[in-house]
């Protein structure tokens, strides 16, 4: 690349200036559109990532407060067994002759 040494030294010590010669700009620059092909389908799948996240977050939500129904309805039937239990061990044990045993 015919550059003089002052030319080339300034090119070189300057970080915010790339330049490459001619076969080497091409690869540079092919090399670049790759990683931001790269980025871009990486920030496409952590977008995705996030949103599938939140939709299994919210779905965990209503099968929390699902289970937590049930929790409450299974407890109301047991109270009532337990109310219906002890109704019979209370009538048979006073040898009631309204006992149904």
Known sequence: ??????????????????????????????????????????????????????EIKADQLKMDNRVEALKEDVDKHVQKINGVSMTYITCCSSRNKTCRS
């Open 1 to 54: 690349m015919k550059l003089n040494e002052d030319t080339y030294d300034t090119l070189t010590t300057r970080k915010d200036i790339h330049w490459f010669c001619g076969n080497c700009k091409q690869k540079v620059m092919h090399n670049i559109r790759i990683d931001k092909e790269v980025e871009q389908r990486c920030s496409e799948y952590f977008n995705n990532l996030v949103k599938s996240l939140s």
